[in-house]
């Protein structure tokens, strides 16, 4: 069997021990003689899955009562619409476009209201975050968005914008269960899991129980609302049932490792390795602004495209896979998750050097 160093931005790498037990738990899950995935969404074995994960999720990020959790599908991209549908009530929301996510969520958002941008760092290819702490908020928004974690650009809010009293709204994708989070502080939290969680087709929210509204217009769909879904703990229709069930594991394998402080910490160490790299290098160069890095997604370039083509080749050789940058930047990028364990990060920065020393005049 092999196992390369996988930096893909999503779908990405998981712990190698939830694959194990997955695949322990393939044939017959817990004595029942079948594989999750074969099993009715309302039995008693599935309901067991999905309140043990949520009891999971909630002690690990310390959610408070009032807030919902939800297991959706439909990716990041439905909450572009499901986030307006629901939360506009005066009409008028805005947005801080801190990426192409951000943006596209901000464009999507247009159909449904007066959406306005109030901050944006587009002016440099988004390798910023904006200073936040006293922006032009609308007198009636109904909530403040952005996007937590810029997978693409690999910026981070470090600092949470003033939203003034009103609601924030945040995309936590790539960043969802790396650190701590204060859940208070959000009217809601929405990830796509296949960054940082488990398999692709599972979206959580997380939504404060007074955002989640009934008078909703006529034509919005059932599905797109977050009253049924919370009504329904999750089970309105199927679910993605297995989907779930690995997010399940990888909730139990943070909790075994000592919570998101302990994995907060474990992220920082492993940013730090490249990060002083990338910072002593005479090659390779981070694209970030410092105080805005994120400690997930770590971009950089040589600044000659042939170069970093002849890298990201390279790399592959050592089993240093997906770090290519994202088609709209170019160069690298290298993203850490939770899984990737800092044996790679060491690796990579190893290659790194010398790379360096073969190729610099
Ligand atoms: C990947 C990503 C998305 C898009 O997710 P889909 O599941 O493909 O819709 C949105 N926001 C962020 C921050 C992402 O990283």
Redesign the pocket.
Known sequence: MKRVYNFSA?PAILPEEVLKQAADEMLDYQNTGMSVMEMSHRSKTFDNIIKTAEKDLRELLNIPDNYKVLFLQG???LQFSMVPINLLKNGTADYIVTGQ?AKKAYIEAQKYGKINKIASSEDKCFSYIPDCSNLDISPDADYVYI?E?N?IYGTKFHTLPNTKGKDLVS?M??CFLSEPVDVKKYGLIFA?V??NVGP?GVQIVIIREDLIREDLPLWCPEMLKYKIHADNNSLYNTPPAYGIYICSLVFKWLKKLGGLEKMKEINEKKAKILYDFLDSSKLFKGTVEKSSRSIMNVPFITGNDELDKKFIEEAKEYDLIQLKGHRTVGGMRASIYNAMPQEGVIKLVNFMEKFEKENLK
């Open positions: 999503g990716g990041a991209h996510w996007c974690n997978t995309d994708s790539s796509g296949q960054k692709a």
